[in-house]
């Protein structure tokens, strides 16, 4: 499967094909996007503010912010195991109700492109010079998806006002 821009997130969820291995997990958390959290928190029968507080962190990424699972980690680590990873049965708990971020994550070959697919439709503000500014660092070192490079996604004023002289800053 070949993932762009453009494909639709009903593709990328099919192509999400989860070996329920746990190793993403063990490193890091998913992203809840703000319309997933009522489900969320209604299958845990707990106000939206409550869940959060219990399972979710802010973070930040292309200068948005949104909310992941609490990661659990060791010492002053940077990253951790997802609150919802059974380390026992090496199985989410919560498989069934997953966000879309842990849907579409995977250790396969689209692993990295799903990653940069979810960046460019939930994390990237076309609108915010730091988040465009961000990206272009992030595109420098690695290959923007087909149909998501900057010039492709920011109008040529705007993109030359963002990151016009941006290497001398």
């Given at each position: 499967?070949?993932?762009?821009?453009?494909?639709?997130k009903?593709e990328?969820i099919?192509?999400?094909?989860?070996?329920?291995?746990?190793?993403?997990c063990?490193?890091?958390?998913?992203?809840?996007?703000d319309?997933?959290?009522?489900?969320?928190?209604?299958?845990?029968?707990l106000?939206?503010?409550d869940f959060?507080?219990?399972?979710?962190e802010?973070?930040?990424?292309?200068?948005?912010?949104k909310?992941?699972?609490?990661?659990?980690?060791?010492g002053?680590?940077?990253?951790?195991?997802c609150?919802?990873l059974?380390?026992?049965e090496?199985?989410?708990?919560i498989?069934?109700?997953?966000?879309?971020?842990?849907?579409?994550?995977?250790?396969?070959?689209?692993g990295?492109?799903?990653?940069?697919?979810?960046?460019?439709?939930?994390?990237?503000?076309?609108?915010?010079?730091?988040?465009?500014?961000?990206?272009?660092i992030?595109t420098?070192?690695?290959?923007?998806l087909?149909?998501?490079s900057?010039?492709?996604?920011?109008?040529?004023?705007?993109?030359?006002?963002?990151?016009?002289?941006?290497?001398?800053?």
């Amino acid at each position: 499967m070949l993932i762009s821009k453009n494909t639709p997130k009903s593709e990328m969820i099919k192509h999400g094909n989860c070996k329920t291995c746990g190793h993403c997990c063990y490193f890091t958390s998913g992203i809840v996007l703000d319309e997933e959290i009522p489900q969320l928190a209604n299958e845990f029968k707990l106000s939206e503010e409550d869940f959060k507080t219990r399972y979710l962190e802010e973070f930040t990424k292309l200068n948005t912010q949104k909310h992941r699972f609490k990661q659990l980690r060791q010492g002053s680590a940077p990253h951790g195991r997802c609150i919802f990873l059974n380390v026992e049965e090496n199985k989410c708990t919560i498989h069934k109700i997953r966000p879309l971020h842990c849907k579409i994550s995977t250790c396969d070959h689209h692993g990295e492109d799903a990653q940069k697919w979810f960046d460019v439709k939930h994390f990237l503000n076309t609108e915010d010079r730091n988040s465009v500014r961000e990206y272009a660092i992030y595109t420098k070192l690695k290959e923007p998806l087909p149909g998501a490079s900057l010039e492709e996604l920011v109008p040529k004023e705007k993109l030359e006002e963002f990151i016009g002289g941006m290497e001398n800053d």
